[in-house]
């Protein structure tokens, strides 16, 4: 139930108040304390909703298919946007088996994308990040652009249902301490 929901109910059940000094610091006392109550109900499901996404990154540097696998529904979609020399947006399309086979092939580089500006919305069992991000391998800058996840909650645990991303080489404004990030192991 939205914050707003919370108030208006509030305001319907109680007795008009006196507006004076002592009833105005009362009735604001009172919607301070409803808002952190609502921060601390929505936090661990933000947590949640994250935990897939986080062990995603986690198994791509560690180059765990079976953990990235473990993170997906299993009619899960996976695109990302492409761009032809004349500037002309696509989609390219990816198979979530070919991309589990390409973490799990041994590789030199360590696969390290790393976020920033991490955005959750949540309707009941469907939730979406939006997301900016660096990808090196290595310590070697790829690209960056901006993830879009969707997961669906199954059960207990989430699950990444959607990922889209979009990819460039320039203008990512990758803040330090993000970049920061990429000589840790």
Not at 2 to 15: A, K
Not at 114 to 120: G, K, S
Request: charged share 20%.
């Amino acid at each position: 139930m939205e914050f707003l929901s919370y108030i208006l109910i509030v305001i319907e059940t109680i007795e008009p108040f006196n507006y004076d000094i002592s009833s105005m610091k009362k009735s604001a006392s009172f919607f301070l304390i409803l808002m952190v109550i609502k921060f601390a109900v929505a936090q661990p499901e933000k947590e949640s909703i994250l935990s897939p996404i986080n062990q995603l990154f986690a198994g791509m540097k560690a180059g765990d298919s079976a953990l990235v696998h473990s993170v997906f529904s299993t009619n899960a979609i996976l695109n990302g946007i492409d761009k032809d020399e004349k500037g002309n947006a696509s989609i390219r399309k990816a198979s979530l088996k070919t991309f589990l086979t390409a973490i799990g092939t041994p590789h030199r580089e360590v696969w390290n994308e790393l976020v920033w500006d991490v955005t959750v919305q949540q309707d009941g069992e469907l939730a979406q990040v939006w997301a900016s991000y660096a990808f090196y391998r290595g310590t070697t800058f790829s690209h960056c652009g901006v993830d879009a996840f969707q997961l669906l909650k199954q059960g207990e645990s989430w699950k990444i249902i959607t990922l889209i991303d979009t990819r460039r080489k320039e203008n990512c404004n990758i803040p330090k301490q993000i970049a920061d990030k990429v000589n840790e192991r």
